[in-house]
């Protein structure tokens, strides 16, 4: 067998990964998509097909894992291939985190698709599910270009989101303490409010390995985060 013969392989190799990663990506987006519809429209059938999705989701997580380990076992990469593999890797989990985030949302829909949402706090968490959604789309094409300015745009935007977070919090305390009715309705929507935004931490945790792929080292600057609900609550129970 030629040299050449192995490189071109070892090439469609690694291209059949990044395809594969893409295809994960897609199906992801399309979940957390459906899983935010079936919330807002408070529809049980759609949460189902949302919950058996993630089973395909979970799938790509097992064949891309099984190939990267071969390709790992068989070709002895090194430098820029073997990061291209493990990076694979790594991205492969986060997106199947994600999935399993959306999963969640769409349970949550199975015990509250009964109960009326209030407007206003639903066209927050819209809010917060089209940025999450647009930041997750933005890193898969960093990393399917290659684009290190790309992932670390959002990896500067997650802050975003938890300032979306923090205010969705604020309200969702306020509709519990203002009537103790909603709170069984309120707990089910913070609940998705932080798959929401544990989907955007996610999605930064990929956009530093695109980065780590391109460039061999890790971002330097400190990691932004916006979540400030845990001193809300301290603060709040000073204030008792």
């Not at 070892?10 to 399309?30: C, F, P, R």
């Not at 430098?79 to 949302?105: H, Y």
Request: a negative charge; hydrophobic letters at 40%; proline letters at 2%.
């Amino acid at each position: 067998m030629s040299t050449e013969h192995i490189v071109t392989s070892y090439e469609d190799e690694l291209a059949s990964l990044d395809n594969k990663i893409a295809q994960m990506g897609g199906l992801t987006e399309h979940l957390i998509a459906d899983a935010f519809d079936a919330l807002s429209k408070r529809d049980a059938e759609l949460a189902v097909k949302v919950i058996s999705d993630d089973d395909k989701i979970d799938q790509f997580e097992l064949d891309i894992e099984e190939q990267a380990i071969a390709m790992i076992a068989r070709r002895q990469p090194m430098a820029l291939d073997l990061r291209q593999i493990m990076v694979a890797i790594k991205i492969t989990s986060d997106l199947e985190r994600i999935g399993d985030l959306g999963k969640n949302m769409a349970k949550r829909v199975l015990s509250i698709h009964s109960e009326r949402h209030p407007a206003q706090l639903m066209h927050g968490m819209r809010s917060m599910q089209e940025l999450a959604l647009g930041q997750l789309k933005d890193v898969l094409d960093s990393y399917a270009e290659r684009n290190t300015n790309k992932a670390l745009a959002v990896w500067r935007g997650d802050e975003e989101i938890d300032a979306i977070y923090n205010s969705l919090f604020r309200e969702l305390l306020t509709y519990m303490m203002e009537d103790p009715r909603n709170i069984g309705l309120c707990t089910h929507l913070l609940f998705c409010a932080k798959n929401l935004e544990r989907i955007g931490d996610h999605t930064t945790n990929i956009a530093e390995n695109v980065h780590y792929l391109v460039l061999g080292n890790p971002i330097q600057e400190e990691r932004p985060k916006g979540d400030k609900t845990s001193q809300m609550l301290v603060n709040h129970d000073d204030q008792d």
